[in-house]
Structures are given as structure tokens and as C-alpha cells.
């Protein structure tokens, strides 16, 4: 093990100790090309009821890959992540009329930029914050949200609103796709994870992305080097804003409605749990988490299967997550790209 | 005389009762080495943290060039033209050796950059960290894993981290902290290359090299500057022997 580890020309070894891999390091890239494709086949085999559950799990994938952004890459622990998603629900739910259906084209950009916009202020003054204030702060906030519309009859209040007829997206009259429809509605959450899966990785491989691994890793050193800090995590934190209104977005059309549940500290937990499920700082983690999250939910909460301790589902749950957190500290995920065994942090040649 | 590329004027940093710097003056030009000596606790590092903005100054000012930047941030003196290595390493280790030259690199840059467009298809970027690293001798090492070099590398990496930012100003915090003899000569000719171009201030308790490379010196004690001058004034400067080399001086008599 005396030999230097080499990392990949280009790449940032994120990764505390880049050492041997017990698998293979394409073996990844198989794994989840087969989850992808999997998920793909989901609508040709599955049930209405898998359309919804598979289509549930992929919102909430995008939902912890936009946290995973902070919390995995810039160091940024959120525990307020629900205000962006729940605010986009609002958004699309307040926005669309009643009776007939919302443009696609117009409601998307408008839920993602309203979620950015509230990313945009409360970062600017929770990014003062690190550490456990940051959380304590971000989650202040989202109650705030919460409490308003709970409290006021901006959104209907605590009973929420109906979103009735879900949008559709028309090029000069032809409808090319809609949302009521399950089929394209789970292609087209399907088709935005993609998209935002590889869209952050592009992102991560630019200088900003770069400089937020920096951050995380060595803030301090970064502001010595040069780096406006603040600028870059608040650039991470609105674009994790908008990509939760996304998510958010997305999971008020599929419910066909919103109320102050979706603001509430139970779902940024959730989303955080996801991760830690996952493991972070990889996106694919993400899905990964999401997705087991929300199966061993389905599992543990089936009276079919567990009888009358199916209510209790909660205390099955939390042990789960107990013991996949103590058993795989780097999350499902991290079987897929396991250091064989650590590597002594030592000097190559002296 | 040229206009000092580095001008601090009566600075002084109180922490609450504790004056750690106290009324320091002195003056840096391109293509000179200053080093600040002194015994432990006599404030060497506060400086260094007060010139590159870890800490902010009680009172007094500091001039790079004709700007005063006495109250900026750290990372606008670093922009502004102010490089430092730290006393401990401080550097990215699960990075490979270039990316942390590169990212030092990168923060130079004014535009802003396009998020889709790789690091690494940012060629300019990517030389002047590879220059940085060239300049130290550290080139074949490139894509190590910064963490995993020897100790002297890694204070090497440090020092390549500062060039890669193209500074006026270098301020170095110990630089020869640990180094085995062949490493501490090592670094002694890159400190002399470093010189030519730019203004140095180091704090560095091995006075072989302090005196082999300082073009002035000033003696530090109890915050205070005790005195300042050529090493050949610091030598036989009576004050210095009593309260700093005078310990060697008791020891022969």
C-alpha cells in the first residue's frame, strides 16, 4: 500500500481516502444504467398503482439530489429544505385556474423561479450562519412558511387547496403532452430527473462546481486563496432552491393537491433522511435513498404483510435507518464504490 | 528607493486586555526579503494574520502599493494582490496536487463562468497552476493526491498554492516548520528564486536560513518591535543580544 494513490486526471477525488474499489469502477455505471432502465420499464409492467408510487419516489430523487447539492457538495446542512419544494406547490396550485388546465410552459418556470427567489432571500441571510445555526436558521424559515400559509387563507389554510385540472404543455394548439395523463406524466418526471442528474454533474465538472467542493472541503483556505464564499454558496443554494420548486412542482400536480403538510419540518427531514439512506455527495446516492426510503416505507407500512403492526410502521422504519446508518456510513450507495480498505495517510518515498 | 510594495504603519491587535501586536511599522520592497523573528508569543503570527486579513487591525494601517486595505477581507487582499502559506498545512489533501494549484488559479479569474463548461477546458487556468507547481518543483506530482505527498511536499504545495494566485506580496508563516536538512535547503534556493519577483515577508525560526535570506530584519518581542534593521545591524545590535540571541551568549560565556 506504499504506492501513491493516483487520482483520475481532471477529476476531484471527493472521496476521503481514494483507494481501491471493491468493485470494479465501471461496475457503478452498470448498476445504475440498470436502475435507470428499470424505472424506464416501470409504466410498460407495472400497475396504476406502481405508475404513482415509481413517479412518487423519482419527484422525491430530485427533491434529494437539489439537497444533496448543498449537503453533499458545498457542506451545507438544510433542515429547511421543504420551503422551496412546498412554495413551488403553492405556486403551481395557486397559479392554474380552476376549471381547465395551466400552461405547462408558463406554470414550471414560474413555481422553479418563485422557489429561487425565496432561496435567494432567506440564503442571503441564513449563509451568515455554519454550523449548527445554519440548521437551527433554515429551518426556522420554512416555518415561517409553513405558519403562513397554515395561518392565513393565502393557500386555503390548514385545509390547503385543490389543484383540479393538472397542466398541460400546447405548441399553437396541439397538446404535446399531459399531465393528467399517468403515462407521460411518469415519462416526464422521469425525463426531468435525467435531466437534472446530469445536469448537476456537468455542473460539479465546472469551475463554480469546483469551487464548492473547495468550500466544503476547506473553507477557510478558499477565502485565503481569493474566493468570494458567500457568492458561491448562495449560487448553490438558489439553484438547490429552484430544483426543490421543481420537485415540489411535480409532486403537486401528481397529488392534484397542496397544504401546509407539504412546508412542514417532517418533509425537509425526510429528504435529509433520504440522503443519509443514500449516502451524499454523489447524486446518485440521492435516488438511491429516495428510493429505498419511500419502498421500505411501502414495505413496513402493508397490513397485507404485517398485520395490525403496520401502523406502527414508523418504529420499523426508524430502526432501519438506524442500523443502515451504523452498518454503511457512506449510505446504500457506498457499497457501489467502497474503499477496499483504507490507505495510510503516509509519505510515498521517505 | 522604489515605493515599498507592502507599508504597515503603528499596527497594533488587541484581544480584550492582551495587546499581541503592538505599534509595528515596517516596510516591504519588490525583490526583498523582510523577516520578522522573536521568540514564541512575541505576536509573528498575529502579524501575518492582520496583513492578510484573518484578522482585522485595532488601530494602524496597511498599504499595498498606494491602496489601503487595512479593512478588507481575506479573500479581497488575496485578489488585491496578497499571497500567504500557513504555519500548519493548509491545504486540500483528498485534492489532487494540480486541482489545488488550479482552484488557487481559478479564483483569479474576473468572468463570470459558464456551469456547463468543464475546469478543466479552462486552458489558461489550468497553466498557471501548472507553472505554480513547476516553480516549486512539485510538476511531477501533479495528480497526486495532495495528501498523500511527504510533509515537505506538502509545504512545498502550499507555497505553489500562493504563486498560482500571482501575488506582489508572499507572506510565510514558517515555511521550514518540520523540515528534514535536505528539504529545508530545498526550499531555502526556492525561496531565493522567489525573491526576484515579489516582496516577502517571513517568519521563520530557523535563523541559518533567516539570516542566509533576509534582506531586513525585524526583532519582535512581546508584540512590540524591538529593533529593525540589516542582518548585520540585528547581529550586533545590543538590545537583540539581551533580549533574544543573548540566551546563545549566556550559554558560550
Not at chain 1, 419527484?59 to 449537503?71: G, R
Not at chain 2, 545590543?238 to 560565556?253: C, K
Request: aromatic residues 8%.
Amino acid at each position: 500500500m506504499h504506492t501513491p494513490v493516483q487520482t483520475k486526471s481532471g477529476a476531484l477525488a471527493v472521496a476521503a481516502a481514494p483507494a481501491k474499489r471493491l468493485l470494479p469502477a465501471g461496475a457503478t455505471s452498470i448498476v445504475l444504467a440498470a436502475g435507470a432502465i428499470g424505472l424506464a420499464l416501470v409504466p410498460l409492467v407495472g400497475t396504476p398503482f406502481y405508475l404513482q408510487l415509481f413517479g412518487k419516489i423519482m419527484i422525491m430523487a430530485i427533491f434529494a439530489i437539489s439537497l444533496d447539492l448543498l449537503v453533499g457538495y458545498t457542506g451545507l446542512v438544510s433542515l429547511g429544505h421543504s420551503a422551496y419544494f412546498g412554495l413551488a406547490g403553492y405556486v403551481v396550485a395557486l397559479a392554474s385556474p380552476k376549471y381547465e388546465a395551466a400552461s405547462l410552459l408558463l406554470t414550471l418556470p414560474l413555481a422553479m423561479l418563485a422557489a429561487g427567489a425565496a432561496a435567494l432571500v432567506i440564503g442571503f441571510l441564513v449563509l451568515r450562519t455554519s454550523g449548527v445555526y445554519f440548521i437551527m436558521v433554515t429551518l426556522a424559515f420554512a416555518q415561517m412558511l409553513y405558519y403562513l400559509f397554515h395561518d392565513t387563507s393565502l393557500g386555503g389554510g390548514s385545509d390547503g387547496i385543490y389543484l383540479y385540472v393538472k397542466p398541460v404543455l400546447s405548441v399553437g394548439g396541439t397538446e404535446l403532452l399531459n399531465l393528467d395523463k399517468p403515462m407521460q406524466f411518469y415519462y416526464f418526471i422521469f425525463a426531468l430527473m435525467l435531466a437534472v442528474y446530469f445536469g448537476l454533474r456537468m455542473i460539479l465538472r465546472s469551475p463554480f462546481g469546483h469551487a464548492l467542493v473547495g468550500i466544503k472541503a476547506n473553507e477557510h483556505r478558499m477565502r485565503s486563496l481569493g474566493f468570494q464564499v458567500f457568492w458561491y454558496k448562495l449560487g448553490a443554494f438558489v439553484l438547490a432552491g429552484m430544483l426543490a420548486g421543481m420537485a415540489g412542482y411535480l409532486a403537486a400536480c401528481q397529488f392534484g393537491y397542496v397544504s401546509p403538510e407539504i412546508l412542514s419540518w417532517h418533509n425537509s427531514g425526510n429528504v435529509l433522511v433520504m440522503l443519509l439512506l443514500g449516502g451524499m455527495g454523489n447524486l446518485y446516492g440521492a435516488i438511491v435513498g429516495a428510493v429505498s426510503f419511500v419502498l421500505v416505507q411501502e414495505l413496513f407500512s402493508s397490513e397485507a404483510l404485517f398485520g395490525a403492526i403496520a401502523k406502527h410502521w414508523q418504529l420499523a422504519m426508524g430502526i432501519f435507518i438506524v442500523l443502515i446508518v451504523l452498518c454503511l456510513p457512506n449510505g446504500l450507495s457506498g457499497l457501489l464504490n467502497r474503499p477496499a480498505k483504507q490507505a495510510p495517510n503516509e509519505a510515498d518515498d521517505d | 528607493m522604489t515605493e515599498p510594495a507592502l507599508k504597515v504603519s503603528a499596527l497594533t491587535k488587541r484581544f480584550g486586555g492582551l495587546t499581541a501586536v503592538s505599534n509595528v511599522s515596517l516596510q516591504i520592497a519588490k525583490g526583498t526579503l523582510h523577516a520578522v523573528i522573536g521568540p514564541n508569543g512575541a505576536g509573528k503570527s498575529t502579524l501575518i494574520h492582520l496583513l492578510s486579513g484573518d484578522l482585522l487591525p485595532s488601530s494602524g494601517s496597511i498599504h499595498l502599493g498606494a491602496r489601503d486595505i487595512s479593512g478588507l477581507p481575506p479573500d479581497q487582499r488575496s485578489r488585491a494582490g496578497i499571497g500567504r502559506s500557513y504555519q500548519k498545512t493548509n491545504i486540500f489533501p483528498t485534492f489532487s496536487v494540480l486541482e489545488n494549484c488550479r482552484l488557487a488559479a481559478q479564483s483569479r479569474e474576473p468572468h463570470a463562468f459558464n456551469l456547463f463548461r468543464p475546469a478543466s477546458a479552462y486552458r489558461a487556468i489550468t497553466e498557471t497552476a501548472e507553472q505554480a507547481l513547476v516553480a516549486v518543483g512539485l510538476q511531477h506530482r501533479a495528480q497526486f493526491s495532495a495528501g498523500f505527498m511527504s510533509h515537505g511536499e506538502q509545504r512545498q504545495l502550499e507555497i505553489a498554492m500562493s504563486l498560482a494566485g500571482k501575488p506582489q506580496v508572499l507572506l510565510l508563516d514558517e515555511p521550514l516548520a518540520g523540515m528534514g536538512t535536505e528539504e529545508a535547503e530545498n526550499m531555502v534556493r526556492l525561496l531565493h528564486e522567489l525573491i526576484k519577483d515579489h516582496a516577502v515577508l517571513l517568519v521563520e525560526h530557523d535563523m541559518d536560513a533567516v539570516f542566509a535570506l533576509a534582506d531586513v530584519l525585524t526583532v519582535m518581542v512581546n508584540g512590540c518591535v524591538l529593533e529593525s534593521g540589516t542582518p548585520e545591524q540585528i547581529r550586533n545590535s545590543p538590545a537583540v543580544q539581551r533580549a533574544y540571541l543573548g540566551h546563545e551568549e549566556n550559554e558560550h560565556a
